[in-house]
T-cell receptor, first 114, second 112 residues
């Protein structure tokens, strides 16, 4: 059974470039979460969706960050333009709606902005 | 001022001994609490959860204790094995929101 799938696993880009991170949740799960992990701030929630609808985006750092979930099996997190301080590991997690106490995480995308 | 990174607490345990990892949580309105294990280069892996109306829950080789009076959570791992080496995070959620709030993490090191 495939878990949460994220791509790319590693991304290196230059400041000012657009970055798109992708996530495929576990089949059947209808809640999807984006988190960011840095040494400075640990693991932080950025945004989450229930049934493809964004519910809480208060963790999104600023307008340079946007997330979409066009269907139940795909979500993107976009940073435009990227900055060096966006360097982090970005995780996607999924769960059933109402069962967010059991979220399953993907392997993460390690983003480096130079 | 100069910024510093997180300095994770470290717990060093002999193989075969029991480990106890502690966590203080912040929101008394949280409905559930979860322990995750994160190995180097991987995403957090779900271990066990406990609801706010419980004070103890047991899994395979793990026990989670919840003390709401002092907002304290602990994870006990029995007969610690080399494969238990990882960073362990507690997380809290609920109270009207599904996103999790994570603690800083504890690095568990197993001595042979």
């Amino acid at each position: 059974d495939a878990g949460v799938i994220q791509s790319p696993r590693h991304e290196v880009t230059e400041m000012g470039q657009e970055v798109t991170l992708r996530c495929k949740p576990i089949s059947g799960h209808n809640s999807l979460f984006w988190y960011r992990q840095t040494m400075m701030r640990g693991l932080e929630l950025l945004i989450y969706f229930n049934n493809n609808v964004p519910i809480d985006d208060s963790g999104m750092p600023e307008d340079r960050f946007s997330a979409k979930m066009p269907n139940a099996s795909f979500s993107t997190l976009k940073i435009q333009p990227s900055e060096p301080r966006d360097s982090a590991v970005y995780f996607c997690a999924s769960s059933f709606v109402g069962a967010a106490y059991e979220q399953y995480f993907g392997p993460g995308t390690r983003l480096t902005v130079t | 001022g100069e910024s510093v990174g997180l300095h994770l607490p470290t717990l060093s345990v002999q193989e075969g001994d029991n480990s106890i990892i502690n966590c203080a949580y912040s929101n008394s309105a949280s409905d559930y609490f979860i322990w995750y294990k994160q190995e180097s280069g991987k995403g957090p892996q779900f271990i066990i959860d406990i609801r706010s109306n419980m004070d103890k829950r047991q899994g395979q080789r793990v026990t989670v204790l919840l003390n709401k009076t002092v907002k304290h959570l602990s994870l006990q791992i029995a007969a610690t094995q080399p494969g238990d080496s990882a960073v362990y995070f507690c997380a809290e959620g609920g109270g009207g929101a599904d996103g999790l709030t994570f603690g800083k993490g504890t690095h568990l090191i197993i001595q042979p």
